[in-house]
């Protein structure tokens, strides 16, 4: 498998994980009384889920090139990061565990790569 | 905004419209000002049964507490001795992690009311803000509870369903509180009820207008014997200093033929009030019996209050009523009340029958700093040197734990009487010293935590560039000009609720708060300034020379200065007056985001303990009501409810099923979240 395959259907994985969880963040916003519904909390986590929904989709659909991509995987690790933590203190355990995911698939993403090719802001660029 | 108030008014009105008032149709009652039989009014949802459970025999309970599986919830405490000890056995540590609602309701009387009270802004707009402390009752096969807008519910046990509700139609002003209020209801039955007799069992709420208003207990209709048409007026001997309206938000303590009514007022706003006159009232009539008044009638001239606003305790064994008091006024000067006042931040004993102190105990003197005490005394008899001692418990604000002979107020541990800091304001004078028990160890430290490090990074160094300003010195540092850090405040310690005793071990319960204030006392010429620039945390103090300023040790943010926790669940043996366990109890919530669970939270509320070991408390400002091994205070259940539940857990046994219920109604003051919700849970069948 190519970087580029690799990175393609792993950005299509963190497509589906990023549309998943910006779902389960609104769900969590609009749901009652669970105990963070309509908290300022949780639009953060709207938006930052959302935010990771588009940056998944312009790396896969090779919207982003070169630079831009790099940036773009590397904010998604954040965003994933900032809003795993966010889901942590807000005790949003499905959130929680869809970012896991996420992770994982970034990781693989960038793991597959890195064993066979030049890193990818390198082939990214080439 | 205008809508939002419109549909928080909407539930009451509806309500009303469809619990149209009832005739009265029975000798000895008076038309009904709002009674309402079933079906349920449109304004309470339906609630929703898990189960039901076969028919069992239900007996009336006895005096004390009650025994098995016939657990019966009678008074705010639990039972007159205030132990919140249930003795009901279904629900144990090892089954307790599948307790579910069994049933839930929503009574409609609750307000977000973005204008708080009286003469603050934007009051004008709306119903103010609602502050639900109810116990529930479970008494006489029914759930009683009365609600911030001061109406009485009575409930099915095992469904929720509505079986009658009362509404005085008292206005729904704050006039002496910030918000609407109410800690519950209580409830009185004849020693041998008349079959066919209306009001021969007789529940009581009051309003903050001050009237007590007696129900038929399985009717809903007004009780016309008793006072003016069903309700007494207690300001009627509102005659001395009355610059504010007596408001009764504690219901009634009720024994024999009595019942014993205090009240709660506006002591941070003027130097002369109304002295806190304890009254005794017959429980089917409303006469005077007796009334014990605390102060002198030269004292009255000059101050006020010394009032019992929370519960009180009955030792039935012995005929005693035991109150605890407040200090006189106003709060945070006494320049103008250096003389004697036995009475006041006192556990008081008085002869039931005739209202004849007995004894009394001050246990801080000529006290600036608002120490009410604010719960009432746990009754318990203590195992010590072979000997059984009769004794009594009382909580404080300080965090101390006084244990005291109930027969005589002499004190069950050492009690030391410390040398405190004195103050440097004119015209004050400070007590040289302070009655300080150290067995049981405090609930709180006795000088303010250091300052937490992240407060202060995130004050850029604030917090520790403030602190230097103030005086610090510890306990019982007086008010002063320049700011004093008063740690723990009025609203620190342990509040109203007390804490719960199982009697077989006496191992005691109590949650606790640290909260550190800025105490600044503001000469009156400046008063006025100070108020525009900070009402929310000015206290006016009219009468006397020094308005009040108190605020929350705080960084922007509004992350409090010093170190976590804020909040701990502790365990005593009361025997040994040693501390068992303690833990941080709670967890903040700030956007949706919980803290560290080792912060803990502020606590409002109490806990109960059960014979399996188990504790129940919510009291929490994160909207969650726990379970607790009592031996290890290990969390063992937690359940999300609508809002912090800042009331006592009531625990019953009904058709054999052991139901833990809670009043869910959030604390305005400390979060805005506020709920209606009325839940019950129980084991799945």
């Not at chain 2, 366990?581 to 919980?594: A, D, L, S």
């Not at chain 2, 059960?610 to 091994?629: N, W």
């Amino acid at each position: 498998m190519t970087l580029r395959s690799a990175l393609r259907s792993v950005g299509w994985l963190l497509v589906a994980t990023s549309a998943l969880s910006f779902a389960m963040s609104l769900i969590d916003y609009f749901t009652p009384e669970n105990g963070i519904d309509g908290t300022s909390g949780v639009v953060l986590v709207v938006i930052s889920t959302f935010l990771m929904l588009a940056a998944s989709a312009a790396i896969s659909s090779d919207f982003a090139h070169g630079w831009a991509r790099t940036i773009l995987t590397f904010l998604i690790l954040l965003d994933v990061l900032g809003t795993g933590l966010a889901a942590y203190m807000l005790e949003a355990s499905v959130l929680l565990g869809l970012m896991v995911t996420v992770l994982i698939a970034w990781l693989f993403g960038a793991f597959a790569g890195g064993q066979s090719r030049p890193p990818p802001s390198a082939e990214a660029m080439s | 905004m205008k809508g939002r108030y419109a549909l928080l008014l909407g539930a009451p009105l509806l309500l009303a419209q469809s619990a149209p008032d009832a005739p009265s149709a029975t000798p000895g009652t008076s038309p009904s000002p709002a009674v309402s039989a079933n079906p349920a009014p449109a304004a309470i949802s339906t609630p929703t049964p898990i189960a039901t459970n076969a028919a069992a025999p239900y007996s009336y309970p006895a005096p004390a507490s009650t025994t098995g599986d016939k657990q019966t919830w009678y008074t705010f405490n639990g039972d007159l001795g205030a132990q919140k000890f249930a003795t009901s056995s279904q629900i144990t540590p090892d089954n307790v992690s599948q307790l579910k609602p069994a049933w839930q309701m929503h009574t409609g009387d609750f307000s977000q009311g973005a204008a708080v009270g009286e003469g603050q802004a934007g009051h004008e707009h709306g119903i103010p803000a609602t502050v639900w402390s109810a116990t529930p009752l479970f008494v006489n096969d029914t759930i009683y509870v009365s609600t911030p807008f001061y109406r009485i519910l009575a409930v099915e046990p095992d469904t929720g369903k509505l079986k009658w509700a009362f509404d005085p139609h008292a206005k729904l002003e704050a006039v002496t509180q910030p918000d609407l209020k109410s800690r519950g209801a209580a409830y009185w039955q004849a020693a041998e009820p008349a079959a066919g007799q209306p009001c021969q069992k007789i529940v009581y709420t009051g309003t903050m207008q001050g009237k007590l208003w007696a129900i038929d207990a399985d009717t809903g209709r007004v009780c016309g014997g008793f006072g003016k048409d069903g309700a007494v007026d207690v300001n009627q001997w509102n005659t001395v200093n009355n610059v504010f309206p007596m408001s009764l938000l504690q219901p009634p303590t009720v024994y024999k033929d009595k019942l014993f009514v205090g009240w709660g007022g506006k002591d941070w706003a003027f130097a002369k009030t109304p002295p806190g006159v304890v009254f005794a009232l017959d429980a089917q009539t409303g006469a005077l019996k007796w009334q014990f008044d605390p102060l002198t009638p030269d004292q009255q001239k000059r101050t006020g209050k010394i009032n019992v606003w929370q519960s009180m305790t009955v030792d039935a064994d012995h005929g005693l009523l035991l109150i605890a008091t407040s200090p006189p006024s106003p709060d945070d000067y006494g320049g103008d009340r250096k003389d004697s006042y036995p009475y006041a931040n006192a556990v008081v004993a008085l002869n039931a029958e005739s209202g004849e102190v007995v004894w009394s105990r001050q246990l801080a003197h000529h006290e600036l700093w608002d120490y009410d005490l604010a719960s009432t005394p746990t009754l318990l008899d203590i195992n010590k040197d072979g000997q059984t001692i009769p004794a009594l418990v009382q909580t404080s604000k300080q965090g101390f734990i006084f244990v005291l002979n109930r027969l005589t107020g002499e004190p069950v541990f050492p009690l030391n009487e410390v040398k405190v800091p004195q103050t440097d304001v004119p015209g004050e004078a400070t007590a040289p010293t302070q009655p300080e028990p150290m067995i049981p160890p405090p609930t709180v430290p006795q000088k303010m935590p250091s300052v937490y490090w992240l407060a202060d990074l995130l004050s850029g160094g604030r917090c520790s560039s403030e602190l230097k300003g103030y005086r610090n010195e510890g306990i019982y540092t007086p008010p002063s000009l320049q700011g004093t850090i008063v740690y723990p405040p009025s609203t620190g310690g342990v509040e109203w609720g007390g804490g719960a005793l199982d009697p077989r071990s006496n191992t005691f319960v109590v949650n606790s708060s640290s909260v550190a204030f800025v105490y600044k006392l503001i000469p009156r010429k400046d008063y006025a300034e100070a108020e525009k620039e900070d009402r929310a945390d000015t206290y006016p103090q009219l009468g006397a020379p020094y308005g009040v300023q108190l605020k929350m040790f705080a960084n922007w943010l509004g992350m409090p200065c010093w170190k976590p926790p804020y909040g701990t669940l502790s365990s005593y043996n009361l025997n040994t007056g040693k501390l068992l366990w303690r833990q941080p109890f709670g967890e903040i919530q700030k956007y949706g985001f919980y803290m560290p669970y080792s912060w803990g939270t502020v606590t409002i509320g109490a806990p109960v303990i059960t014979s399996t070991g188990l504790i129940f408390i919510g009291a929490s400002m994160d909207s969650r009501v726990r379970a607790y091994d009592l031996k290890s205070g290990k969390q063992l259940w937690r359940w999300l409810v609508d809002a912090p539940t800042v009331s006592l857990p009531a625990v019953y046994t009904y058709k054999g099923r052991e139901y833990v219920a809670f009043a869910v109604g959030g604390n305005s003051i400390l979060s805005p979240k506020v709920s209606d919700q009325l839940v019950a849970f129980a084991l799945p069948q």
